[in-house]
């Protein structure tokens, strides 16, 4: 079996399905999407790949935050420690450094206590700025931190 394809992508920009981010938005509310690009931020107030979203301050904000894949790690422990509520849409692997270290707690054999997961069933279908959609390689899920306090 290849898996290659499910570790490497030649596009990080891939934007989050409108109809999907809708509901969430109805939920949260979020007033910050912190790597996005022109064509496919969610919120009015957004940083580019450019503007470096992992150096702005997301405190006192309500985050929605589609990682680039290949650098999810640092996206994940930026939203562990803002003091914001973040949402993060990213992949479901439990078996990666980060999550070990971000989000999970194996000495206590569960979440952190921050941290929602919320697994999506199906795969999502992610849209390019041409209109073209591509179905996710692996499963994803939303990593919630609660760090509003």
Not at 41 to 66: H, M, P
Not at 88 to 110: G, P, Q, S
């Amino acid at each position: 079996m290849n898996i290659e394809p499910h570790f490497s992508s030649n596009k990080q920009d891939w934007g989050t399905p409108q109809k999907f981010f809708n509901c969430l938005d109805s939920e949260f509310h979020f007033t910050l999407d912190p790597c996005a690009s022109e064509w496919n931020a969610k919120c009015k107030r957004y940083y580019t790949y450019d503007q470096n979203g992992l150096i702005q301050s997301w405190d006192n904000e309500v985050i929605f935050c589609n990682p680039p894949y290949n650098e999810v790690g640092k996206w994940i422990e930026k939203a562990s420690k803002t003091k914001a509520l973040t949402v993060v849409l990213t992949f479901a692997r439990t078996d990666v450094k980060w999550w070990h270290t971000w989000v999970y707690d194996k000495t206590i054999n569960r979440f952190r206590d921050n941290v929602e997961v919320r697994f999506i069933q199906g795969r999502l279908k992610f849209e390019n700025q041409y209109g073209k959609t591509n179905p996710a390689p692996t499963p994803s899920c939303l990593i919630i931190f609660h760090n509003n306090n």
